[in-house]
Each structure stands twice: as structure tokens, then as C-alpha cells.
């Protein structure tokens, strides 16, 4: 029980909100009549967006072909996704049911001798 109490402090009140950040680093071309693209990187923007692993110095980034070409006739553009952790504003996050509206019946119209109007009385039968 201790375990299950402890999981539930951990997502529900420490809740932290997980984005990604694009970071654009070039834009390239593809060369004519292959099946490769041709991008030239600012070296000094790319050392700024590496990562260690095991030791090793790495950069890990994406490649996406643009819808259109930009004005310089670049067909794709290269980015670096880096995840950006924010802390969630204190909010419940059980999210209060919507409150139903409870409708009162409606009362019968009555004529001036007492009898009930037919018009007024609720049926089954769609008017057409």
C-alpha cells in the first residue's frame, strides 16, 4: 500500500510538463539527380547543442523535407529536438465532474374554469 501511495504522490503531485524545443541548425538541397541532400552547418552553433555519451562528444539531429522551397530554393531543413521540462502550475489534476442542471417540470397551464389546456399537456407524438 506504502508503494501504491508514494507512485501517486509522484505523478500526481509532482507532475512536470515534458516539450520539445526545435533548434534549427541549417537548411539544405538535394543534389540534382541523387538521392542526397547537401546542408552546410555554423560549427560554433552545433558545438553548443552536443551531447556526452559514454565519454564521446555527439550531436543527434533531425531532417525534414520543407513543404515548399524557401526563397533560397532549400528543399529541407535540419533541427536539434531538445526536451524542455517545466513544472505544471498547481492545479487538481482530477478534473471536477461538469454539474448537471436539474430541470424542474413543467407546470400545467390551466384554463380559467380549472380544466387543463390540450396544447400544454407533454405527448409522445412529434407535431408533423
Known sequence: ?????????????N????????????????VANLSIVKFSFKLSEIVKL??????ED?????????????SFGHD?????NKMVETQDPQ?????DAPQKKIRK???LQHAADGKIIPD?????????
Open 1 to 13: 500500500m506504502i508503494l501504491i501511495s508514494h507512485a501517486y504522490n509522484l505523478t500526481l503531485k
Open 15 to 30: 507532475s512536470v510538463m515534458k516539450t520539445f524545443k526545435k533548434n534549427y541548425i541549417g537548411k539544405g538541397t538535394q
Open 50 to 55: 552536443t551531447h556526452v555519451f559514454n565519454g
Open 58 to 70: 555527439f550531436l543527434t539531429f533531425e531532417i525534414a523535407k520543407l513543404k515548399s522551397p524557401d
Open 76 to 80: 529541407y531543413t535540419a533541427y536539434v
Open 91 to 95: 492545479t487538481s489534476q482530477v478534473q
Open 105 to 107: 417540470p413543467k407546470k
Open 120 to 128: 400544454m399537456v407533454p405527448t409522445d407524438e412529434l407535431p408533423f
